[in-house]
């Protein structure tokens, strides 16, 4: 049985390790890494509509997200490019400095087009944006998996997940806030600065000590090792393709769902104010509480159980928004509706992102996890961007959020599968296994 399987003994045990440095780093590392998301997401679709554009177009824009799920392209250069001035200190804090730069000025580069007058260039702003907050993720998550121990895996992700809805609930509160009491110009400049936390986190913790670096070797040989080396390691695992699978599958019903939120808000008429109370504010509280109890489950009942146990949650979470839309404009309906989806995706963050996080290999911790996560999401956003505006069109919102549930049983089904197989353990990589030197060293 590998480390992240295992339960605690104790409630108290589940509960002690989020004051821990490693976590605390993870939280700040989560807030940065959610802001770019809102910004280009939710934040942006409102801004669309309120701007009088298509939902077909509002929808379209979703696609600017793909540059997450295609961040494996590139993922390799943050593994085996040294940066020149900052290397001295080390590969992932000196990444971590950069990026983090690069998405403050996306940022701030979005505030200053008008969707209105010329569609295009937002469009390029958006692009821009994705691409850098993509990239911020890539050296986010290996720096984050790094610092953690084995046994930190689920206390790490649940911390992430909080830092993830913190940053983007945040973000988005504060820019409906603003734009709607001054302008969305003023809105996206004041969000950019959601970017600082994880670079004062990477240099107050400093370079993770279980990274093993590939840059400061200086050879070509090497560089070629950071571009093909993440897929040759995980591909040769036992039943990697049907790991990969469930990666793929696993949240289709979700994402294609979560990106069209707004859509059904702004057309069952809810206001800018009301859509930060219950979406960003009931929604923010619920997934606090369903990263606490995700944390406690994971604890209790381990990876494998935890995993099945959110799946199915956010199996119905999908079919609360059906019911919202058939029953129409509900405060208490809406607050319901987010309140259950964030619970379970709460709940889902700590475990799901706990064994994805453990897939990973130590050697290519940021280009192997940026596979992974961008395999998890590339087929509902794909969906979201070229058809899920002309299915609400055509089939109406009650249908089309039927339609996610379903998506969401063939997850479940091969994730119980792969459990009764042993493929769960068998899949887990050295991020999930090896302990950092100093740790080795103690135990000895």
């Not at 690069?102 to 390029?124: E, G, K, Q, W, Y």
């Not at 790094?146 to 609930?169: D, F, N």
């Amino acid at each position: 049985m590998t480390q992240v399987a295992q339960g605690t003994k104790s409630w108290l045990d589940a509960l002690r390790p989020y004051g821990e440095r490693a976590p605390l780093a993870a939280l700040a590392l989560g807030i940065s890494s959610g802001f770019p998301f809102a910004m280009i997401g939710a934040n942006l679709a409102s801004r669309l509509a309120q701007d009088g554009i298509d939902k077909k177009s509002v929808t379209a824009f979703s696609l600017v997200l793909l540059a997450y799920n295609f961040k494996w392209l590139w993922a390799w250069v943050i593994e085996g490019v040294q940066l020149p001035v900052l290397h001295w200190l080390g590969q992932r804090v000196s990444w971590m400095l950069l990026t983090g730069i690069l998405v403050m000025a996306a940022v701030v580069n979005l505030a200053f087009v008008d969707p209105s007058s010329d569609i295009m260039a937002t469009v390029r702003a958006a692009i821009l944006l994705g691409i850098a907050g993509a990239t911020f993720d890539i050296i986010i998550d290996g720096y984050r998996i790094e610092i953690l121990k084995p046994e930190q895996m689920g206390v790490g992700a649940g911390m992430s997940q909080y830092g993830w809805r913190i940053g983007a609930a945040a973000a988005g509160a504060l820019g409906l806030v603003i734009a709607q009491h001054w302008n969305w110009t003023i809105a996206y400049i004041v969000c950019a600065g959601f970017a600082l936390p994880a670079m004062i986190a990477a240099l107050v913790v400093g370079e993770p000590e279980r990274h093993h670096p590939i840059a400061s070797r200086k050879s070509g040989g090497e560089l070629v090792q950071a571009i093909i080396g993440p897929f040759v390691d995980f591909f040769r695992r036992k039943g990697a393709l049907l790991v990969l699978l469930f990666i793929i599958v696993h949240k289709i019903g979700d994402t294609l769902a979560n990106l069209t939120f707004r859509l059904l808000f702004n057309d069952l008429g809810y206001t800018n104010d009301e859509i930060a109370i219950y979406d960003v504010g009931v929604g923010f509280w619920a997934l606090l509480a369903g990263i606490f109890v995700g944390g406690i489950l994971y604890a209790r009942l381990g990876l494998k159980r935890s995993v099945l146990i959110s799946l199915i949650l956010m199996a119905i979470s999908n079919f609360s928004f059906a019911g919202l839309a058939a029953a129409g404009k509900s405060n208490m309906g809406m607050a319901g509706a987010i309140g259950f989806e964030n619970f379970a995706s709460g709940i889902g963050g700590v475990a799901v992102v706990a064994y994805f996080s453990a897939l990973c290999d130590l050697r290519f911790t940021a280009a192997q996890y940026a596979m992974i996560s961008a395999a998890a999401s590339i087929v509902g956003r794909f969906l979201t961007g070229t058809t899920a505006g002309s299915l609400i069109e055509r089939f109406g919102y009650v249908d089309f959020y039927l339609l996610t549930t379903a998506l969401a049983v063939p997850g479940i089904i091969l994730f119980w599968l792969m459990m009764r197989s042993g493929l769960i353990d068998a899949s887990v990589g050295s991020a999930g296994r090896e302990r950092a030197p100093t740790d080795q060293a103690a135990d000895s």
